[in-house]
């Protein structure tokens, strides 16, 4: 028997400490939903979780870090024990490398990427799926990016991960359907994160021209000529894990101000 019963639909969010992760809790809490949030930087989780409840949200923090097999298990099981259901699961939590050219990525950072990016989300919908299908149904939406769909070069194995999380998705859309479980991935290009700021140095805090030039070249190549807010991808998210959006299965949609279209 779950411990309480859930008020709106249950949604966990994996990397929810994050840029994206927390616009998207507080968008999903907005419509009095259930929260189930996870990510490896307990502190932030906790934090971030208790200021949810303090504005009334229902939540429930599962620390953990996905790549782990056992800890992924331990996290969905908790949330089944909690709320007796998974309604809606953002397999959001990633890692990026130092870009440089394939001859300079060190493979430990390649395996790391990998593990993070690709196995944490097998891990996720190994889970994910047969929850959602005993439960009558549910969504999945796996969070991939631009890199996923073409090659994002100086990034090779960063695009390998995403690339990983759009054949899973599709795979797991084709084992999902006749389930009642719908898997779609989401694929940004860049959108102001603590991850962009880390990956151009530009959010620092301290006075780095490079990493302003490195954010003004990567924000040209975008054809909208801005990079997204995280808001702007947690709308997205919303939308594509709604009942409205209830014929959608096995797509990689791309969030990226015409990047990968133009
Ligand atoms: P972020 O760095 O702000 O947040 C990522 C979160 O994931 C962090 O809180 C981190 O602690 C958590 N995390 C990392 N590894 C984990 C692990 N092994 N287990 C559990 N939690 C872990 O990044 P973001 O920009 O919010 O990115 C979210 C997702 O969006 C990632 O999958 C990223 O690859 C993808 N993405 C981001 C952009 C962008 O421009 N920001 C573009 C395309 C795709």
Redesign the pocket.
């Known amino acids: 028997m779950p411990e309480a019963a859930p008020r709106g639909r249950v949604v966990l969010i994996?990397?929810a400490?994050?840029?994206?992760?927390r616009a998207a809790a507080a968008r999903f809490a907005a419509t009095g939903a259930t929260l189930a949030l996870?990510?490896?930087?307990e502190g932030p989780l906790k934090a971030l979780c208790a200021r949810l409840e303090g504005q009334g949200a229902q939540v429930l923090a599962v620390p953990?870090?996905?790549?782990e097999a056992d800890a992924a298990a331990a996290m969905h099981d908790r949330v089944l024990a909690r709320f007796g259901r998974l309604d809606v699961a953002i397999n959001?939590?990633?890692?990026?490398h130092a870009p440089g050219p394939i001859e300079h990525l060190p493979v430990e950072e390649f395996d790391r990427v990998m593990a993070?990016?690709a196995r944490?989300v097998f891990l996720g919908l190994q889970r994910q799926i047969p929850a959602m299908a005993a439960g009558g149904g549910g969504v999945i939406l796996n969070?991939a990016?631009?890199a996923g769909l073409v090659g994002a070069g100086g990034l090779a194995g960063y695009a390998a991960s995403k690339h990983a999380v759009v054949g899973l998705t599709r795979a797991a859309a084709d084992e999902g359907a006749s389930r009642g479980v719908r898997v779609n991935a989401i694929c940004?290009?860049?959108?102001q994160?603590?991850?962009?700021d880390a990956l151009t140095g530009a959010g620092s805090g301290v006075e780095d021209p490079e990493g302003k030039a490195r954010q003004a070249r990567l924000t040209a190549r975008v054809p909208m000529g801005r990079?997204a807010t995280?808001e702007e991808v947690a709308a997205a998210m919303l939308w594509l894990c709604s009942e409205e959006n209830s014929f959608m299965t096995g797509q990689a949609i791309a969030l990226d101000g015409g990047l990968t279209a133009i």
Not at 17 to 21: C, I, Q
Not at 38 to 41: A, F, T, V
Not at 92 to 96: D, T, Y
Not at 193 to 196: A, C, I, K, S
């Open positions: 994996t990397g400490a994050g840029g994206f992760g996870s990510d490896r930087e953990g870090d996905v790549a959001n939590a990633g890692v990026v993070v990016n944490g969070v990016s631009a940004p290009s860049f959108a994160t603590p991850m962009l990079v995280a």
